[in-house]
C-alpha cells in the first residue's frame, strides 16, 4: 500500500469522464440515434406544415425546445444501465469510490454526448424554421443553459428505475413533470426574442434551476443509486 | 336561504350545468375511491381464503 | 401515554380500525353542512354569478392536492430518516388521495373557467403547475407499481417524493409571482378579501375534505398493513 498513487479528486473526475465517453462511444449507434432523432423530430414539422413560413416561425422555439427535451430523454436509460448490467455499479458503490463523483460525471458525459449536440446543431436546423440571427442565438443559449439541467434531472430518473422493466416510458413519466418548467422557460425566452421583448428573465430562472439541479440532482441520484442497487 | 324556488336552485342563474357537472364529477371521484377500497378489500379477503384452502 | 408504540404497524393497525368510522362520520356531516350553507345560504357573486359557487369544491380540493403532497413527502423524510415502514405506508396510501383531489381541482376550476373568463383551460403559471402536480402523484404511483420489492419500491419512491415536493410552492406562489389569469390569493393571513359566509362555507367543506382524507387514507393504511403481513405470514406458513 506504500507505493499508492495520490490521486486528486479532480483527476479522477477526469478519469471517470473519459471512461464514460469512451465507452458510450464504443456504442455510436446509440449515441447518433439521439442526434439524428433531434433532426429528424424537429424536421418534421416543416414538412408536415407546408411553406407557412410565418406559422413555422411561430411555432419553431416550442417544436425545436420539445424535439430537444425529448432527445435528451431517448438516451437516459443507458446513462447507468452498462455499468449496472456487467456489476461494475455495484462494485464501485461497495469500495470507497464516491458515488457522487461518479454520479456527477455520468450526467455530464450523458451532456455531452446527448446534449451538447443538440445546442450545436439546433440553430442549422432552426434555420428551417426561418429564425433569424437573434433568435437562433437565444436558441442555442436557452438549450445551452437548458440541457445540462436536463441531463441532471434525467440521470435522478435514471437511476431510481434502474433495472426495471418498462424502462423508458417510466422514466419519461417520471421526468417529465420535472422537466416542464425548464421547457417553459427555454422556449419561453426564445419566444420573447420572436416577439422583440427581453429575455434576459427567461435566461435568469434557466440558470437558477441549472444552479439548483447542479447542487441537488448528484446527491438524490447517488442516494437513488445506492438504493436501486442493494 | 338564497333561493326563491328549487328550480331557480337547480338552475343556478343560467350556470346550472356548470355548477351541477362539477359537483357530479367531484362526488363521482370520491365514490370511485371508496369503492375502490372495499373491492381491494374484497379481493384481498378473497385472496386469503383461497391461500388457507392451499395451506 | 407512550405514543411511540403507535409507530410499529400492529400496534397502529387497530387504532386505525377504530378511529375510521368517527372521521366518516364527520366528513359526511361537515361537507353535506358546509356545501348547504354555500349552496343555499350563501349569497351570489356581484360579478360572475352563481357559478361562483364551484370554488365550495374547487378551492378546498386545491388546497388538499398540495397539503396532501407536502404531508407525503413528510412521511417520505419520516420513512428514510427512521427507516420506518409505517411512514413508508402512510406515504403510499395518501398518494391516490391527493391525485383525486388535484383532478377535482383542475376538472372543477375548467368548469368555473368557461362561464367566468370563456376557457376551460389556460397554460398559465398555476394551472401548468397544479397539472405536473397531477403528474408528478402518478409518477410516484407508478414508480412504486413497477417494482416489486418492497424495500426497494418504498425507499425509490421516497426519494421521487421529495424531489417533486418543489412544486408545492411553486404553485401556491405562482399568482403572486406571475402576471396570471387565476384570481389571486383572497385569503392570507392578515384578512380575507371574500364575504364572511363565503369563507366560512369554504372552510368548513375544507375541513370536511380533511376528515374524508384521514378516513380513506387510514383504510388504505390498514389494507397495506395486512397486505404486507400476509405476505410474511405466506412465506413463514411454507417454511415448514
Known sequence: MNNRQKISALSMMFRILKRDITVAWRRRSDVMSVFFFFIIAASLFPLGLGVDLKLLHSIAPSVLWVAALLSCMLSLPRMFETDHVDGTLEQLIISNQPILLVAMMKMLAHWVLSGLPLVLIAPLIGLQFNLNMEELQMLALSLLLGTPTLSLIGGIGAALTLGLRGGGVLIALLVLPLYIPVLVFGSGAVNAVTMGMSASGGVALLGAVLALALIFAPLTASYALKISVE | MYWESMSDFLHMGGYGLYVWVSFGITFASMAVEIYMLRSRRLSNEASNEKIKGLL | ?240
Open chain 3, 1 to 240: 401515554m407512550n405514543l411511540f408504540k403507535y409507530a410499529s404497524p400492529q400496534t397502529f393497525y387497530p387504532l386505525a380500525g377504530k378511529l375510521i368510522l368517527w372521521f366518516a362520520i364527520g366528513a359526511a356531516i361537515l361537507i353535506l353542512v358546509g356545501l348547504y350553507i354555500g349552496l343555499l345560504v350563501a349569497p351570489t357573486d356581484f360579478q360572475q354569478g352563481d357559478s361562483y359557487r364551484i370554488i365550495y369544491i374547487h378551492v378546498p380540493a386545491a388546497w388538499f392536492s398540495m397539503f396532501l403532497y407536502v404531508v407525503m413527502a413528510g412521511y417520505a423524510i419520516m420513512g428514510l430518516t427512521f427507516n420506518a415502514k409505517l411512514a413508508y405506508m402512510m406515504a403510499k396510501s395518501i398518494a391516490p388521495t391527493g391525485a383525486m383531489f388535484t383532478f377535482v381541482a383542475l376538472i372543477t376550476g375548467a368548469f368555473w373557467g368557461k362561464p367566468t373568463w370563456g376557457a376551460w383551460w389556460v397554460w398559465d403559471a398555476r394551472l401548468t403547475s397544479e397539472l405536473i402536480l397531477l403528474f408528478l402523484y402518478i409518477g410516484y404511483m407508478s414508480l412504486q407499481a413497477a417494482i416489486d420489492d418492497t424495500r426497494r419500491s418504498d425507499r425509490a419512491s421516497a426519494i421521487l417524493a421529495i424531489v417533486g415536493v418543489i412544486n408545492v410552492p411553486i404553485i401556491y406562489f405562482s399568482v403572486k409571482w406571475w402576471n396570471t389569469l387565476h384570481q389571486g390569493s383572497s385569503i392570507n393571513t392578515s384578512g380575507s378579501s371574500m364575504a364572511a359566509i363565503m369563507l366560512q362555507a369554504m372552510l368548513i367543506v375544507a375541513i370536511g375534505f380533511w376528515l374524508y382524507s384521514t378516513a380513506v387514507i387510514l383504510t388504505r393504511v390498514r389494507r397495506e398493513i395486512e397486505e404486507r403481513a400476509r405476505n410474511t405470514a405466506w412465506v413463514n406458513e411454507t417454511k415448514e
